[in-house]
């Protein structure tokens, strides 16, 4: 059965930085995605960026390009996102996800493309 625990989730001030991770057990990190979606109050679910799992390559969001970075460390079968330059808007709740094949949905990041979710970590940006 595959798990995801996310965690690295906090309170920072505008400006600052912080790395989530996501550790997954029983997935095979082979020809499928793995990814970051967050979720603030009132909105629906949004995809932030993803990675395929076999060469790394990456896509992001336009809100976060330049500002966040996702890697695989698959020795450690562990997810990364590193934020960096936060802003209030980037206040929610955010998941880990993956996915059992390469969609189109997928790469795009939209929730269809995902099997797997995590319970999510809280980030919270505010002066």
């Known amino acids: 059965q595959v798990q995801l625990v996310e965690s690295g989730g906090g309170s920072v001030q505008p400006g600052g930085s912080l790395r989530l991770s996501c550790t997954a057990s029983?997935?095979?990190?082979?020809?499928?995605?793995m990814a970051w979606f967050r979720q603030s109050p009132g909105k629906e679910r949004e995809g932030v960026a993803v990675l395929f799992t076999n060469s790394g390559q990456s896509r992001y969001d336009d809100a976060v390009k330049g500002r966040f970075t996702i890697s695989l460390d698959k020795a450690a079968n562990t997810l990364y996102l590193e934020m960096g330059s936060l802003k209030p808007e980037d206040t929610g709740l955010y998941y880990c996800a993956a996915s059992t094949s390469l969609t189109v949905e997928g790469w795009r990041l939209e929730l269809a493309g995902f099997d797997y979710w995590g319970q999510g970590t809280q980030v919270t940006v505010s002066s």
């Open positions: 029983g997935y095979t990190f082979s020809r499928n995605y």
